[in-house]
């Protein structure tokens, strides 16, 4: 090896500062990486936090929210989340004027849940298709919002499509009349 080679391999002082300098750089990465992960595993850790849950959905929304813009699509007519003891009339008259002109729409009815907020809606997609949205804030009961337990249930209209006006003046794509849902799993979520 010539002696010009050897000194292209041993370092300058310059080389060796650049390179501490990275790994100072890489060391300071590291640390905010680690200190992201802390935050979001106790983030989780408090997710079953019904307090936590609930003041992350009043700010961010709710799985119902997320699902049904989601289902709806951006350019959907969004007739509102109407409060539980809310006047339905102007969300109601706003989904079947979206639906007689063929527009895609959301509306939600906040119902009164025995130990969590619960929640029934229906929404038109882009494609025509309508489905009822039933919300559960918390399925195993804690009393508010669960961060990683609310549940939203999905199922699609019958056919042909009919959206009944029923006696508490909200949508509903099964039947007029309100009864008692047959069981807990049963598409009618509004017995109320």
């Known amino acids: ?13 310059h080389a060796i500062i650049r390179s501490m300098g990275q790994v ?11 200190c992201v992960v802390v935050i979001l595993l106790g983030l989780l850790a408090i997710g079953g936090d019904d307090s936590f849950g609930s003041r992350f959905a009043s700010r961010f929304g709710d799985a119902m929210d997320w699902k049904s813009r989601w289902l709806a ?5 969004n007739c509102g989340r109407i409060a539980v003891h809310g006047d339905p009339t102007a969300a ?5 004027q979206a639906q007689a002109q063929g527009k895609p729409f959301t509306v939600v009815y906040n119902v009164m849940g025995y130990d969590a907020p619960v929640a029934g809606g229906i929404v038109r997609t882009t494609d025509g298709e309508l489905y009822a949205l039933s919300f559960d804030g918390d399925p195993s009961g804690g009393g508010g919002v669960s961060l990683l337990g609310q549940r939203v249930n999905k199922t699609p209209c019958p056919k042909p499509i009919h959206l009944w006006v029923n006696p508490k003046g909200r949508i509903n794509c099964f039947q007029q009349q309100l009864s008692p849902p047959a069981n807990i799993m049963s598409p009618n979520m509004e017995s109320y």
Do not use: D, F, Y
Request: charged content about 20%; proline content about 3%; overall charge positive.
């Open 92 to 96: 109601t008259q706003c989904a079947l």
């Open 24 to 34: 100072q750089m890489n060391k300071k990465w590291i640390l905010i990486a680690a």
């Open 73 to 77: 699509g951006r350019h959907s007519v």
């Open 1 to 13: 090896m010539s002696e010009i080679a050897c000194w292209r391999q041993l370092r300058t002082p």
